[in-house]
T-cell receptor, first 112, second 113 residues
């Protein structure tokens, strides 16, 4: 069964540094999402992306965040200047255009 | 926006017993309600979902019920097994095609042999 893949599995970064999280959605999927989960808390929506533009974003997704689909397969989340509170598990998800959403294994981001 | 409340936060059951997790939602326009199971350090995995045009759906030992009038939906696991131990999240969305998911806070289920 096709899966959403995410790299790296764990990223450790100094506060203030830029970080890019990468995702390869399922190949025939059209809608892409980023969610985050702070340790012990619920999964929170960050942003959705369709047809090369942002469809919706949450209050968390401020000017420090950006998303991109640089080619036909990758979907990236960039945090420009990381803060301690950005430490979380970041999940990418995708869907064909009808629910459900399929989640990747996540990237654990640790900000020091 | 949509707000999803989930109860209980933890649930301990004996193997073989049933487990029930309840969620309420605030936006009457919500029309798709998935349940995800998350094992420690792993991805959320869809276990069952229901759309607003049905009241109940069953898949082997797992069932979901939806009460649109009361704006709540529940997950029922029968004949629980140790491998059912995990965190379960309910979610809701107003767009059953591509909309964002609003998650509940999660329920830690522990099944003891």
């Amino acid at each position: 069964e096709p899966e959403v893949t995410q790299t790296p599995s764990h990223q450790v970064t100094q506060m203030g540094q830029e970080v890019i999280l990468r995702c390869v959605p399922i190949s025939n999927h059209l809608y892409f999402y980023w969610y985050r989960q702070i340790l012990g808390q619920k999964v929170e929506f960050l942003v959705s992306f369709y047809n090369n533009e942002i469809s919706e974003k949450s209050e968390i997704f401020d000017d420090q965040f950006s998303v991109e689909r640089p080619d036909g397969s990758n979907f990236t989340l960039k945090i420009r200047s990381t803060k301690l509170e950005d430490s979380a598990m970041y999940f990418c998800a995708s869907t064909k255009g009808t629910q459900p959403q399929h989640f990747g294994d996540g990237t654990r981001l640790s900000i020091l | 926006g949509e707000n999803v409340e989930q109860h209980p936060s933890t649930l301990s059951v004996q193997e073989g017993d049933s487990a029930v997790i309840k969620c309420t939602y605030s936006d009457s326009a919500s029309n798709y309600f998935p349940w995800y199971k998350q094992e420690l350090g792993k991805r959320p995995q869809l276990i069952i979902d229901i759309r607003s045009n049905v009241g109940e759906k069953k898949d082997q030992r797992i069932a979901v019920t939806l009460n649109k009038t009361a704006k709540h939906f529940s997950l029922h696991i029968t004949e629980t097994q140790p491998e059912d131990s995990a965190v379960y999240f309910c979610a809701a969305t107003v767009t059953d095609s591509w909309g964002k998911l609003q998650f509940g806070a999660g329920t830690q289920v522990v099944v003891t042999p």
